[in-house]
């Protein structure tokens, strides 16, 4: 297996492959739970507030069940953030640590650079080749459900979780978590923010450092605080560029011309 190309990153073909091994994955995620006692969960533990925050009601952050997952998933992410993949066995544990961060819920071809950073882990259900870049952070205190061929830039953060505006209720401790949705070939560009409740569409590119307050249609390119419409793609266009891009590919000449478009300069203040 050609693990790297520069000795830290793992090559796309021994990312699926490990990820594609979920027996191997499985099996060493077993070994781990027991090597680092991550016990999947109490049962005998109330799981009223757990559900409450699901289900977008204001909970108690503070509730026994919600601590310990939080705790749990904490130690998993020191475990991750520290580790290494230099080798198709660290591959395949760093695999095994995610797989039991979100509970198997979890495509093959992801990957994501540490440091991460979530609040629980079990509430992130991720699509095939997802790829998260340094410093990303997901607030799961609602379902996160991310599509397919999803790219992360660095430190984006999507954050599930909220608290009122009403100072006087903010204070007394309570929360509530909305759910965020993302589709399928999705760029989210650095430092980009994705708020509570908002649902992202397929085929969405979003402009780094922007902040989404409001739900995005598909095939669309957003950018800025907050983020707006900045471009509308033609589908059947995306499809005919892929389909002339695949054609090119099988003859050993994909991109073979193609730079990127020059960027313009900013224009300068009218003199006086």
């Known amino acids: 297996m050609a693990l790297t190309t520069d000795s830290t990153t793992p090559t796309t073909e021994a990312v699926k492959e490990a990820t594609s091994q979920s027996i191997s994955v499985a099996i060493h995620a077993a070994k781990l739970e027991k090597e680092y006692n991550f016990t999947p969960e109490h049962p005998e533990l109330d799981h009223s507030q757990k559900q409450r925050m699901l289900d977008a009601k204001v909970y108690n952050p503070s509730d026994p069940l919600l601590v310990y997952e939080r705790a749990r998933a904490r130690d998993l992410m020191r475990v991750y953030n520290s580790s290494t993949a230099n080798t198709p066995e660290e591959l395949v544990k760093r695999q095994s640590i995610l797989h039991l961060l979100t509970r198997g819920k979890m495509g093959t071809g992801c990957w994501i650079e540490p440091p991460f950073n979530c609040d629980y882990g079990c509430n992130i259900t991720m699509g095939n080749n997802v790829y998260m870049n340094f410093n990303c952070v997901v607030l799961d205190c609602g ?15 999507v954050f599930g979780a909220a608290h009122p505006i009403n100072p006087l209720t903010r204070s007394k401790g309570v929360e509530f978590g909305m759910p965020i949705k993302i589709g399928n070939d999705v760029w989210v560009g650095g430092g980009a ?25 598909p095939y669309t390119v957003v950018g800025g605080n907050p983020a707006k419409i900045l471009k509308v ?40």
């Open 143 to 157: 379902y996160v459900d991310i599509g397919d061929n999803v790219f992360f830039a660095p430190n984006v953060q």
């Open 193 to 217: 923010i994705i708020c509570p409740g908002v649902t992202i569409g397929d085929g969405v590119t979003i402009g780094a450092g922007s902040v989404v307050t409001k739900n995005v249609p």
């Open 233 to 272: 793609l033609d589908r059947e266009e995306c499809q005919k560029e892929d389909r002339e891009y695949e054609e090119l590919k099988a003859l050993g000449k994909a991109f073979e011309d193609w730079t990127p478009v020059p960027k313009g300069t900013l224009a300068l203040p009218p003199s006086k």
